[in-house]
């Protein structure tokens, strides 16, 4: 399953949101109506993941773990703890607990942007700014491509 584009939604007052019809499309082929969603680690935007997509991700971390390092316990932990499992209502959208909607800036109105196994929801306008760059995207992937970069 492979998420793409990017799609403007805005959340209620509740923190409900509507899933895009294109992703909500991909999920029910997929006969999946959980999502985990857990703030990204990288960036200040929340993280949906299809369950079997999560638990890939907690897998290839547990089998990195040694059950006595105390460093990787605690990323492993600190991984696990910040995510929560949601699911779309009959309607459609999803509940984005208040914690989460604070975490990522999130107030009305978002971007939904399709990441391949993933979906992230993005504060529009941070989402804008992050697209506004091709030149950046193009630097970018010719780092990631250049076969030199490979051994």
């Known amino acids: ?30 006969n999946l109506d959980s999502l985990i969603l857990r703030k990204d680690i990288f960036q200040q935007c929340l993280v949906l993941y299809p369950e079997n997509v999560w638990d890939a991700m907690v897998d290839a971390i547990a089998e990195r773990t040694n059950p006595f390092d105390s460093k990787g316990r605690a990323a492993m932990r600190g991984f696990v703890a910040g995510a929560e499992r949601i699911s779309i209502d009959g309607n459609g959208r999803i509940l984005i607990p208040r ?35 091709p030149d950046s995207l193009a630097e970018s992937l010719e780092l990631l491509m250049n076969n030199e970069n490979h051994e």
Do not use: C, H
């Open 1 to 30: 399953m492979r998420f793409t584009g990017n799609i403007d939604a805005k959340t209620d007052e509740k923190g409900r949101v509507f899933v895009p019809a294109t992703f909500r499309k991909l999920l029910q082929q997929a």
């Open 99 to 133: 914690r989460y909607l604070e975490s990522a800036d999130i107030q009305g109105e978002v971007r939904f942007i399709g990441m391949d196994d993933s979906i992230e929801i993005w504060n529009r306008q941070k989402a804008e700014s992050l697209l506004d760059t």
